[in-house]
């Protein structure tokens, strides 16, 4: 089954918003901007909006179109496939910005960071899905 996700690239200067993950089966630690499924009859831009409200209780402004994805993963050992719509947004709240640790998400807890591109660009940090970097960075970061 392919399941239809929506992803939003929030920045703070040269660091991005993300979760992260681990893959026990390949023993990798990997990083995520937030977001989640599109359920049916919702648009994408919708469930950005609503998964971020339910993953970090805040609001998005400055929400922007970056791009589509087809992703195609193995994750703990299983396959999957998925059609990720991605969004350039900001949080609304200024004073988020300010902090050193976002914190969890509200969910199901998994930790959140800011994690610096140039730990992705250098290969320090592995960022999911492929491709991702490619619509993140600006011309001038490549």
């Known amino acids: 089954m392919i399941r239809p996700l929506v992803l939003g690239v929030v920045r703070r200067g040269d660091e991005l918003l993300v979760l992260e993950g681990h893959d026990a089966a390949r023993e990798l630690t990997f ?13 994408s831009e919708q469930a950005l909006h609503r998964e971020f409200r339910e993953e970090l209780a805040v609001e998005l402004t400055d929400v922007e179109l970056l791009g589509m994805l087809e992703n195609v993963f193995e994750y703990e050992g299983v396959p999957g496939h998925e059609i990720v719509v991605v969004y350039a947004a900001t949080i609304a709240d200024p004073a988020f910005y300010q902090r050193a640790d976002p ?6 807890g998994t930790p959140v960071r800011w994690l610096p591109l140039a730990d992705v660009v250098s290969g320090r940090a592995v960022l999911f899905p492929d491709g991702l970097l490619d619509l993140v960075l600006t011309p001038e970061e490549r």
């Not at 914190?103 to 199901?108: M, Y």
């Open 103 to 108: 914190g969890p998400i509200l969910d199901e």
């Open 31 to 43: 990083y995520r901007p937030l977001g989640g499924g599109i359920e049916f009859g919702e648009l």
